[in-house]
């Protein structure tokens, strides 16, 4: 399958390297608006084709999958003409800036019978399905707590602190946690809790999010764009806990059970050996596209609407309105 990458920075290179140890895949094209800046990303990552404009890529009849690396404020305009060009979309996390857009998107794919799939990647790594097997066991007893943690120095990145780019923690980092939660305690939320400290630029450095969910469980998250974090994962039973070693990227599952001097290690889970993690998203496009499916069952778009839900009660608290939102 040959694949568009539509944006060239960082994480743009990112898959491009994974593509090009993957023999399902080809990195057939890269578009920049900077036609300099797609061929020296062209040159240094193998691509085939390069295109100083995002509709040039969109216009080639070769591409068939389009990977959408670009600002958060991007991705509604561009995964919409995709779609309409033709192509199936893998669009970056956060998916949209706000419900609305995010709505539109998926009613774009259903028009067009277009896959469109979010690239959040914990969703379809293996650790998602390791983790689920211990708690569907019973190896915590009943789930009662859930809290994590991720926190990068990136208040330096542009693309993090500028409003106009929809910037800030909430839908480059709380996005990961959010979905932790979500894939432990589901999304029969009822009440959410949530303050932030704002950067200069206006837009939220640090967050701080409690869940409360119906039947009483609750959970405690935090991220910030100031300094490195553990980014630990805890998931808290009423028969033990489970840690999880950094929620962005499990490298390692350990369980507890609950001893007289302290916890006591019960088992301990390493996850397989991998390019990036890239590709588990990218392979779940392929069956779902062969399939003549429209949503990847890892991430469906009802999975994706009640993130960006959550997403936006939390901004509402905030007191964040991007500029173009007021248009």
Not at 53 to 59: T, V
Not at 64 to 78: D, F, G, K, M, T
Not at 119 to 146: C, H, L, N, S
Not at 230 to 236: A, D, F
């Amino acid at each position: 399958m040959k694949i568009g990458i539509m944006g060239a920075g960082g994480i743009a290179a990112t898959m491009a390297g994974t593509i090009a140890k993957m023999s399902e895949v080809e990195n057939y094209a890269i578009a920049s608006r900077d036609m300099e800046k797609a061929r020296t990303f062209a040159e240094k990552h193998g691509v085939n084709k390069a295109y100083g404009s995002y509709e040039d890529m969109l216009s080639d009849p070769e591409v068939e999958l389009v990977y959408i690396a670009l600002p958060h404020s991007h991705h509604h305009e561009w995964t919409i003409a995709s779609l309409r060009a033709g192509k199936h979309v893998l669009c970056e996390k956060a998916f949209a800036v706000n419900e609305k857009q995010a709505r539109e998107m998926i009613e774009e794919s259903e028009k067009t019978g277009r896959l469109l799939t979010e690239a959040i990647w914990t969703r379809y790594m293996p650790a998602r399905k390791m983790i689920t097997e211990i708690v569907e066991r019973g190896d915590i007893g009943r789930v009662r707590t859930v809290s994590a943690n991720l926190g990068y120095h990136i208040d330096m990145n542009e693309r993090i602190i500028r409003p106009e780019l929809a910037g800030g923690a909430l839908l480059d980092l709380t996005v990961y946690p959010l979905n932790f939660a979500s894939m432990v305690c589901g999304d029969d939320i009822k009440r959410i809790s949530a303050s932030c400290v704002m950067t200069d630029t206006g837009v939220d450095g640090q967050d701080n999010v409690m869940i409360e969910y119906k039947d009483g469980r609750m959970a405690s998250l935090f991220t910030t764009i100031y300094t490195l974090t553990n980014r630990m994962g805890v998931i808290c039973g009423t028969e033990g806990f489970i840690e999880v070693q950094n929620i962005n990227n499990t490298e390692q599952i350990r369980v507890y059970s609950p001893d007289r001097t302290g916890p006591k290690l019960i088992n301990s889970y390493d996850v397989p050996k991998q390019i990036s993690g890239y590709e588990y998203e990218i392979l779940s496009c392929i069956k779902a596209i062969k399939e003549g499916a429209i949503e990847c069952p890892e991430m469906p778009h009802s999975e994706t609407i009640q993130i960006m839900c959550q997403m936006d009660e939390i901004r509402r608290q905030f007191g964040i309105v991007y500029s173009f939102e007021q248009a």
